[in-house]
C-alpha cells in the first residue's frame, strides 16, 4: 500500500469515528428543532384544553354582564368549550381589561370591551394602564346597546324639561348616578348637562347594580342606564324611564322618547359590546372564536333575545371588526376633544 493510500484510508477511519459519535447529537437536535415547531401547532389544535376565562369589567347584573353571559351560553351549546366568567369591576371597567391586556395570549383569556373601555377613556383620561389600540386583538363584535334616562318610580319628573329645569334650579345639586367613569352613560350625561347648560354631580359605581340600588334608595336622582339593567325594574313600576338615547325609540320601550324629540336635535349616544383577546393571540384561534361568536349571533333565539332586552346583535369576521374600533376610536376621540369633556 502506498504512503497516500496509508494517509487516506487514516483519513476515512478518523471521520468515520467522529461521525459516529456527532451524528446522534445532530439526530437529536433535528428532533428538538421538529418539535419545537410542531408544538404550538399542537397546542393550537387541542385549544381549548381547559375552560376559557372571559373577563367582564363591570359587577354582575349590568348590561355588560347580561350580554356576556347570553354569549357564552350561546356558544357552549355551539361548541362545548367551557366559559368561567369572571367579574373584575372597578375603575370604569379598566382595571378588568387591563388583567385582559397582561394575560398570556393562548385564546384562554378573554374580555368583553365596550366603548368605554376601549374608546371613549383612551381620549378622556390622562392615563390608562394600557393602551387600547395595541394591547388588545378584536375577537367579536356583539351588540349595540343604547342607554336609557331612568328616574324613581314616585320621581316628581315626568320627562326630561322636567329633569333640566330641576338641575338648572339647583345647580350641582341634583346627582347622577354612573355604572363607572367613563361609560357611555357617563358621557351622554356629559353632553346633555352641556347641550342643557346645567351643572350636575356624577356619583360613580363599580357596576350598574350598586348604582341602581343607590337611586332607588334615594341617594341619587337619576341615570342613563343600559335596558338590561334596568327593563325589569320599569316593568316591575320602581324605576321610570324619561328618554331613550338611541336615534330611534326602542321597541322595548315604544313609549319613550329618545333625547332628540325632546329639543336636543341629533342626540345619540349608543354604547357597543366587543369581545377582546390580548394582542399576539394565534390567529387560528382568534378565527375560531370569531366563527363560534358568529354563529351565537346569527340564531334567531340570541337576537331574540338581544332585542327583547333593547339591544342589536351586530357581528363581523376579524378584519371587518378592527376595521370598526379603529373607526369608533377616531370618532369618539374627535367627539371628546371637541366638546372639552375629561374625566379625572
Not at 70 to 85: S, Y
Not at 168 to 184: F, N
Amino acid at each position: 500500500m502506498t504512503c497516500t493510500e496509508l494517509v487516506f484510508q487514516h483519513s476515512v477511519s478518523q471521520l468515520t469515528r467522529q461521525m459516529r459519535f456527532k451524528w446522534p447529537l445532530f439526530m437529536c437536535f433535528s428532533f428538538c428543532l421538529s418539535l419545537s415547531g410542531l408544538a404550538p401547532a399542537q397546542a393550537q389544535s387541542n385549544w381549548p384544553d381547559k375552560p376559557i376565562r372571559f373577563i367582564v369589567p363591570y359587577t354582575p347584573g349590568g348590561g355588560t354582564d347580561t350580554v356576556t353571559r347570553h354569549l357564552a351560553e350561546k356558544m357552549t351549546q355551539d361548541t362545548q368549550w367551557a366559559f368561567l366568567i369572571d367579574n373584575k369591576p372597578g375603575a370604569g371597567g379598566n382595571i378588568g381589561m387591563d388583567l385582559v391586556a397582561k394575560a398570556k395570549p393562548d385564546g384562554l383569556t378573554i374580555g368583553m370591551g365596550q366603548t368605554s373601555n376601549l374608546a371613549i377613556n383612551p381620549a378622556a383620561m390622562g392615563k390608562l394602564p394600557f393602551d387600547a389600540s395595541k394591547d388588545f386583538v378584536p375577537v367579536a363584535l356583539v351588540a349595540e346597546v343604547p342607554t336609557v334616562l331612568v328616574v324613581r318610580a314616585d320621581s316628581a319628573w315626568k320627562n326630561l324639561e322636567d329633569m333640566v329645569k330641576a338641575a338648572k334650579a339647583k345647580p350641582e345639586s341634583i346627582k347622577q348616578a354612573l355604572a363607572g367613569t367613563g361609560t357611555v352613560g357617563h358621557l351622554a350625561g356629559e353632553m346633555l348637562s352641556k347641550k342643557a347648560n346645567f351643572k350636575v354631580l356624577s356619583v360613580p359605581y363599580k357596576g350598574a347594580a350598586p348604582a341602581i340600588t343607590d337611586l332607588l334608595g334615594g341617594q341619587t336622582d337619576y341615570m342613563f342606564a343600559t335596558p338590561q339593567s334596568v327593563l325589569g325594574m320599569l316593568q316591575g313600576g320602581k324605576l321610570k324611564a324619561l328618554a331613550v338615547t338611541s336615534s330611534q325609540r326602542l321597541k322595548v320601550l315604544p313609549t319613550v322618547p329618545t333625547v332628540a324629540e325632546q329639543g336636543y336635535k341629533g342626540f345619540e349616544a349608543v354604547d357597543w359590546k366587543m369581545v377582546v383577546a390580548p394582542a399576539n393571540t394565534p390567529l387560528p384561534i382568534l378565527k375560531r372564536l370569531n366563527a363560534a361568536a358568529e354563529k351565537a349571533l346569527s340564531s334567531p333565539g340570541f337576537s331574540a333575545q338581544m332585542a327583547a332586552e333593547g339591544s342589536t346583535p351586530l357581528g363581523g369576521n376579524l378584519e371587518k371588526i378592527a376595521a370598526y374600533l379603529k373607526s369608533e376610536q377616531s370618532e369618539w376621540g374627535d367627539l371628546i376633544r371637541e366638546a372639552g369633556i375629561k374625566f379625572d
